[in-house]
T-cell receptor, first 118, second 111 residues
Framework: NAGVMQNPRHLVRRRGQEARLRCSPMKGHSHVYWYRQLPEEGLKFMVY????????ESGMPKERFSAEFPKEGPSILRIQQVVRGDSAAYFC????????????????FGPGTRLTVL | KNEVEQSPQNLTAQEGEFITINCSYS?????LHWLQQHPGGGIVSLFM???GKKKHGRLIATINIQEKHSSLHITASHPRDSAVYICAAYFSGGSNYKLTFGKGTLLTVNP
């Protein structure tokens, strides 16, 4: 039973290029979460998706960032026209359908994609 | 404001020592994760707990809801335990999916 998979593990882009980060959730998980870890900072929530739906994107920068989780295939975090400040580790997590407000479901994390913008 | 504080920020120990890492949070939570991250590595969920105590091997996590405090203990520490340990909480007043993270505790265990 494979865990959460992310690819690529390392991605180098020049300023102005696009970055596409992929996340395949654990088998049986239909919920995906993206987090960003900036150098010397803690992890921050970006977006929560279910299949074909964005549930909460309150942590996403307003411009250049988008996320999707299509019916088939992995979830994609897309960063257009990357800038040096986008250099970070991006982690994806997955869970079964969320529990109740009082009993959230455990999230399982992927290995991360380390994005470097030159 | 929903906040998670960890202490200490850095911890150095000798192999075999008993380790305690602390986590406190500002308001009520529904559950809390303890996570492990090796340098340049991925994130592994060690525990998720909402009350009491959980044990897995040499790791023990406890939580005191009234005091808004959780601890992660490592018994008989080993150099392979060297990593960043991160506490993350689901705050009760918010969603049941959005995690708020502490800044982590860097543990170094010397042989």
């Amino acid at each position: 039973n494979a865990g959460v998979m992310q690819n690529p593990r390392h991605l180098v882009r020049r300023r102005g290029q696009e970055a596409r980060l992929r996340c395949s959730p654990m088998k049986g998980h239909s919920h995906v979460y993206w987090y960003r870890q900036l150098p010397e900072e803690g992890l921050k929530f970006m977006v929560y998706l279910q299949k074909e739906n964005i549930i909460d994107e309150s942590g996403m920068p307003k411009e250049r960032f988008s996320a999707e989780f299509p019916k088939e295939g992995p979830s994609i975090l897309r960063i257009q026209q990357v800038v040096r400040g986008d250099s970070a580790a991006y982690f994806c997590a997955s869970s079964p359908p969320a529990g109740t407000r009082d009993t959230p479901n455990e999230q399982f994390f992927g290995p991360g994609t380390r994005l470097t913008v030159l | 404001k929903n906040e998670v504080e960890q202490s200490p920020q850095n911890l150095t120990a000798q192999e075999g020592e008993f380790i305690t890492i602390n986590c406190s949070y500002s308001v009520g939570i529904s559950a809390l994760h303890w996570l492990q991250q090796h340098p340049g590595g991925g994130i592994v969920s060690l525990f998720m707990l909402s009350s009491g105590k959980k044990k897995h091997g040499r790791l023990i996590a406890t939580i005191n809801i009234q005091e808004k405090h959780s601890s992660l203990h490592i018994t008989a520490s080993h150099p392979r335990d060297s990593a960043v340990y991160i506490c993350a909480a689901y705050f009760s007043g918010g969603s049941n999916y959005k995690l708020t993270f502490g800044k982590g505790t860097l543990l170094t265990v010397n042989p």
